[in-house]
């Protein structure tokens, strides 16, 4: 699956060997957007399907490339996770939503915040320790924060996935596994884990309208969900009538282009506050 994530990337080629220049300069080009502040969180909120209200909001990274323009994670995020260097991307993304928590307009109104974590922040057995220090220097609870996990981050070393779980949970941040439905998942580290939310995946939620099977699909997931206690969030919410479909079934919260697409900071601000207002 990396491999083929890894073709569709235009920044980088797997035919070349992990020695070769092409990586290198890659790796100083990801290192210079960090230091050199091109790297940008957006924010695409989640909607809960009881009330419309904003429960929360999924931060996704993006690349401003002085000279390649706009590059999509999907374009740097595999080739991030190969060299390790996506913790740092991973700390990043964090310490930018902290940041965000002190603003005046989230204080007034608190805002949840998912961050995605990759199989390489699974693997690190000081990730709880730094994320901890980090939201310390300001001040943030990590209950204001949900962890967004694929079961195939999961799946790669689940000893080690459960430690890390564990641990963040016990900090007191909220788990949630990401694209549901997609990866090898076992239903056994499904109860054994402390997740608190399911993310069905988008392809699942883009089909449902057409495909009867992913009807069913995320019928069955849903109920899983609350079947197990958990909360369950449909992504790639594109149309009106997907929206409503998904309400009908009792789903708990939706994301996607038809409520919103993934917003610089500032933007998503202001796009909350009018959607309050109205
Ligand atoms: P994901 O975590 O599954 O994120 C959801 C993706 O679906 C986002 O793509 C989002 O823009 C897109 N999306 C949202 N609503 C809709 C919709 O209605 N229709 C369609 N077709 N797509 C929708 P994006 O931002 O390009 O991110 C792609 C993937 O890159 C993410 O998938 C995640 O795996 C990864 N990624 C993005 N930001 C980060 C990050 O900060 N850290 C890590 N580790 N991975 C990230
Ligand atoms: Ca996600
Ligand atoms: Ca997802
Ligand atoms: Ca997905």
Redesign the pocket.
């Known amino acids: 699956a990396a491999k083929r994530k890894l073709s569709g990337a235009l920044l980088y080629d797997p035919s070349f060997d992990s020695a070769s220049s092409q990586m290198l300069s890659l790796l100083t080009e990801l290192r210079r957007a960090v230091e050199g502040n091109e790297l940008r969180l ?1 924010l ?1 909120p989640k909607v809960s399907l009881v009330d419309g209200t904003v429960v929360a909001a ?4 993006r690349w401003e490339h002085p000279q390649r323009g706009l590059v ?3 374009q740097f ?1 595999p080739f991030a996770e190969q060299t390790g260097f ?1 913790r740092k ?2 700390l990043w ?1 964090f310490e930018e939503a902290a940041r965000l928590m002190g603003d005046a307009r989230v204080q007034s109104h608190p805002l949840k915040i998912s ?4 199989t390489r922040d699974l693997l690190d057995p000081d990730l709880s320790v730094r994320l901890g220090s980090l939201l310390q220097r300001y001040g943030v609870p990590a209950t204001q924060f949900c962890l ?1 996990i694929t079961e195939s981050a999961i799946m790669d070393d689940p000893q080690r996935a459960e430690t890390t779980l564990n641990r963040l949970s016990e900090q007191g941040f909220q788990l949630s596994i ?2 549901f439905g997609t990866g090898y998942s076992s239903l056994a580290y499904l109860k054994r884990l402390p997740v608190d939310e399911l993310k069905i995946d ?1 392809s699942f939620v ?1 089909g449902m309208e057409k495909d009867e099977d992913d009807a069913k699909i995320v019928r069955s997931t849903i109920d899983l969900a609350h079947n197990l206690g958990l909360s369950v969030v449909a ?4 149309n009106a009538v997907i929206l409503e479909r998904l309400a009908d079934l009792s789903c708990d919260e939706a ?4 409520i919103s ?2 917003l610089p900071a500032e933007a998503f601000l202001s796009w909350r506050a009018q959607r309050a207002e109205a």
């Open positions: 957006f695409q999924e931060a996704l990274v999509p994670p999907m995020i996506v991307l991973t993304m961050i995605n974590l990759s967004e990401d694209d988008k883009m992504e790639g919410v594109e994301q996607g282009y038809h697409r993934p």
